[in-house]
């Protein structure tokens, strides 16, 4: 059975930093897609990261720069750096795997069939 375990959220004032980590149990994620997506209160998951298998990684324009994904593969987790937070930040974050190592839309939460519980980041201004 393959589970995902988020930690690291909680409440952080703006400009402040957060690291994210995802423990994944019942497979590698070597070969695998490994994303963050996250949801704000009223709102619709969004897309925040991905990594894939081949050490290429994504990003969602809101992020960039501020956000850094990445994966130890030793550990099976993948981590979520979050650097110069905003208020709009705010939401539960989520991790998220593959089940191929080739999907089509990176972006998409229909691309990913595991999910983990979520962790609440929570940025005051």
């Not at 998951?45 to 991905?50: C, G, K, L, N």
Request: aromatic share 12%.
């Amino acid at each position: 059975q393959v589970q995902l375990v988020e930690s690291g959220g909680g409440l952080v004032q703006a400009g402040g930093s957060l690291t994210l980590s995802c423990a994944t149990s019942g497979r590698t994620i070597s070969t695998y897609v490994m994303a963050w997506f996250r949801q704000a209160p009223g709102k619709e998951r969004e897309f925040v990261s991905h990594s894939n298998w081949r050490s290429g990684t994504g990003y969602a324009d809101s992020v960039k720069g501020r956000f850094t994904i990445s994966r130890d593969n030793t550990k099976n987790t993948v981590y979520l750096r979050m650097n110069s937070l905003k208020p709009e930040d705010t939401a539960v974050y989520y991790c998220a795997s593959s089940v191929s190592p080739y999907i089509g839309d990176y972006q998409s939460a229909r691309s990913y069939s595991y999910w983990g519980q979520g962790t609440q980041v929570t940025v005051s201004s």
